[in-house]
């Protein structure tokens, strides 16, 4: 992959509120990819707190890495990377699954990215990176294990991009 | 016996990252007969007016628009009000016209997203947008259209689309210039050509029969259907003013519920489109006027199920406000006034998507907020969507539990309320004896 091509078509989203303990991970997480990979020449880094707007952010991109916070029962600050864009399967069976499992008034993440799947808006790969949320908690900064885990969510976006738009 | 119908999940969603609140219901039955209706929620607000104690005047409009990621601007909006009537303030004009405008934004992507993505699968058959878009393209592609077209109003105007930054008591810290508000145009008259198309498709859904016989409050204002301003007013004539609001409306625990429950003289009301049309039908723009009367839509509408076709009217009313507020702009001369602090107490309401949203605030002489109050519109409408399901689960015994869940979910979707992510996971008890 050549940085010219990263630059126009790889995307990263931070999903996710500031203000609601654990849920800062993907704001957080992609502040640190932006700053890692600088402004010129990278990928865009955006920050997001509607899962809707995912697709008109992604429209375009080759790779789109969306990085979240999730809470499946495992163990807080363990991270977890799917693969979700053209050609997998839907998200039926995740933690992140079905129309009401986040996001403002039942739009959550999944719900985006399976409504895109429907509509032939995903992007051609898709790599949603998720860390196992402890407290959601307005007010509260992020807990122990979440920010410990925010190196090893960092080196796994990168390791999308860097991997670029073809699985 | 006991029947449940949805399994536990009620208990997983109460803290998801994101999600407003949680709903479960109880219904109970004795002897055929329906003899008792609970709508359990939760909602966050409650925790802000603590925190706000102690806070500076300032600072209401930012921490408030945090409670709903759907409708921020009306917590901005009832708040600035509230804190410039206690310190004494009146904005100009042009100020009180990029709030309307700012406004606009707000209900078109929240009645979009309500429209497209959360009610019409319910009346096509689907049980989401996602399977509903596999045989509706065209329908969810417009709908994300519409609702784009609201997120460019909200981010020019507001600062970005969620949690607006650019709002402050006094007004704002920047103001679009003409022709950055001009460059919204084409997108806005698309939409207000969709939005008409909208009206046409949900008018010919099939709605249960219902009707409610409760009274209706919203705003009405002399500055047009009811967004950023406005007195009370009701469908029996009540009238009063904002600052008299707590006299007429008072809110009450009950035990089975974290919200208050709210009532009007001791009795259910609701807030909301249906309301905002009963009381304020004539102050639509003539072109949602027309797809008001092209729709069926008499002087008032009391079927909640069809609450899909109003708020498909007020997105065109929406849409036609907001090309005329741009059109007409011609500046100010600055994007906010002073609102030095003064000891005092304030009231602000202002016209959510979902209704009438109350703020009142007591601050001190260097401004430090003493006591606020928030009354939003999902606590007042609880004692109605109750009411409603009560009429409504009792002829409808006889369906599965699966179906009775889903028919109720829809019902209560007819409010928007801010626990519609819950409700998809509505933790149904039918107890019969």
Redesign the interface.
Known sequence: MTGARAATSTLVVGL??R??G??AVGPEVAARVGELLGNNGGPRVLE???P??L??AWAGADLAVVV????TGGEPGAVVVLEAGQGTEPLTQEPWA???????????LA?AI??AR??DRLPRRLVVVGVE?AC?E??TGLSEPVAAACPRAVAAVLEAVRAGGDR | MTHKLTGDQVLQVDTLARVEGEGAMRVVVRDGEVTDVELRIYEPPRFFEAFLRGRAWTEPPDITARICGICPVAYQMSSCLAIETACGVTVPEEIRLMRRLLYCGEWLESHALHIFFLHAPDFLGYPSAIEMARDHREIVERGLRLKKAGNALMTLVGGRAVHPVNVRVGGFYRLPTRTELTALRPALQRGLDEAMQTVELVAGFDFPDMQQPYEYLSLRSAHGYPLESGSVVTTSGIAFPVAEFEQHVTEEHVSRSNALHAGLHGSPYVVGPLARYALCSDQLSPVAREAARTAGLGPECRNPFRSIVVRAVELVHAFDEALRIIDGWQGAPAPAVPVPASAGEGHGATEAPRGLLYHRYRIDDDGKILEAQIIPPTSQNQAGIEADLRSFVQPRLHLSHDELTRQCEQAIRNYDPCISCATHFLDLRVVRS
């Open positions: 996710g509120s203000d609601r654990d849920d997001h707190e509607d809707a707007a697709l008109e979240d916070a999730v809470r079905g129309p009401a499992r986040g996001g403002t008034h039942a739009f959550g719900a399976e409504l429907a509509l949320a959601w307005t007010g």
